[in-house]
């Protein structure tokens, strides 16, 4: 007699275990929510916006392009609005409203869904989403709040101020760059907030060491040894602190459609994630690195993979019976 039971095929990594999408979506979006708040406390309604317009408008591209093409509704896996969450801590809160709304729909339709949806992006959609509106609209982009006032400014970002040769960090450098006292974008304030997330991803095991260990400390290494201004003249664990590097690290590199698999492969990813990130803010013209590192690294990741499979005992050589 035929088996009714059907066997659903779905996209490489088959990993067998008790977790859901929706319930490793659900993770993310609550270890977001402390530093989403602050984000909101630091910088006002405006920051409010940012978040509610990129993560509806990730939700509607999602739900009317399954739609348009027949797909079942994706939405209910909440990988959409962890999608719209990401995208929204990467902008700064002086934006205007349509540019999370451009960003959204190129990171759900364009990255996401026309590579065949969650799963099977070989990028991270919010950061590719945050590159191409980078590069499309960079006026828009480079004009930050400071915690707490109204104005917005230019240029007042600690990755802003390491760029001149008589910057020193102070003491309350350090503080203000660990509780988020920072202009910059709403994910890049709070270190402490974004590792109390990382924590709770640790421990529920969304996310393993291997990727954001290696990042932080190849980066550490780069950044300890290549100053801004020469040889061992760099404030690396300053550097640690401010920028996207922590919600790079703990929450973008992690992505698992866009990392590899192999645990020897997540220890090279991370590393090349960090080495890069150096490497673009100490000698190039563009402030921030890191998503421009993990995007590079997420192109190599069918390489690495294929450099670092497990060796597979027991299988018959070629020509042999």
């Known amino acids: 007699m035929e088996s009714s039971n059907k066997v659903l095929v779905t996209a490489a990594p088959h990993i067998r275990d008790t977790s859901s999408s929706r319930r490793i979506m659900l993770d993310v979006i609550l270890a977001l929510v402390p530093a989403s708040i602050a984000g909101m406390v630091f910088f006002g309604y405006r920051a409010v916006l940012v978040l509610l317009v990129s993560i509806l408008t990730a939700i509607l591209a999602e739900w009317g392009f399954n739609r348009l093409v027949k797909k079942p509704d ?4 909440l990988s959409a609005v962890v999608t719209g969450l990401l995208l929204a801590m990467t902008l700064p809160s002086s934006v205007p409203l349509w540019i999370p709304i451009i960003g959204a729909i190129f990171a759900i339709v364009i990255v996401k869904q026309l590579f065949g949806g969650l799963g099977q992006n070989f990028v991270n959609p919010a950061l590719g989403a945050r590159a191409f509106l980078q590069i499309a609209y960079p006026a828009q982009l480079s004009r930050f709040y400071l915690p707490l006032q109204a104005d917005a400014v230019t240029g007042a970002t600690p ?36 590792l109390i997330g990382a924590g709770y991803l640790f421990v529920r095991k969304v996310i393993s060491w291997r990727i954001p260990c290696a990042f932080i400390g190849s980066f550490l290494a780069m950044t300890l040894i290549f100053g801004r201004h020469g040889v061992m003249t760099g404030f690396a664990f300053y550097e640690l602190l401010i920028g996207g590097l922590a919600l790079a690290a703990f ?21 090349g994630c960090g080495v890069l990130t150096a490497m673009i803010r100490i000698f190039g013209g563009y402030p921030e690195g890191a998503k421009y590192a993990i995007l590079i690294m997420n192109m190599a990741v069918p390489l690495i993979e294929q450099y670092t499979r497990p060796r597979v005992f027991g299988t018959v050589k070629e020509g042999k019976n």
Not at 174 to 184: E, N, Q
Not at 261 to 268: A, M, Q, S
């Open 74 to 77: 994706t939405t209910k896996d």
């Open 251 to 271: 929450f973008m590199a992690t992505d698992y459609s866009s990392s590899p698999i192999t645990p020897k492969g997540k220890i090279v990813f991370g590393i």
């Open 159 to 194: 990755l802003g101020y390491l760029s001149y040769a008589d910057f020193v960090p102070t003491t309350q450098h350090y503080i203000d760059a660990f509780i988020g006292m920072t202009g910059g974008s709403l994910g890049e304030t709070s270190a402490a907030l974004l």
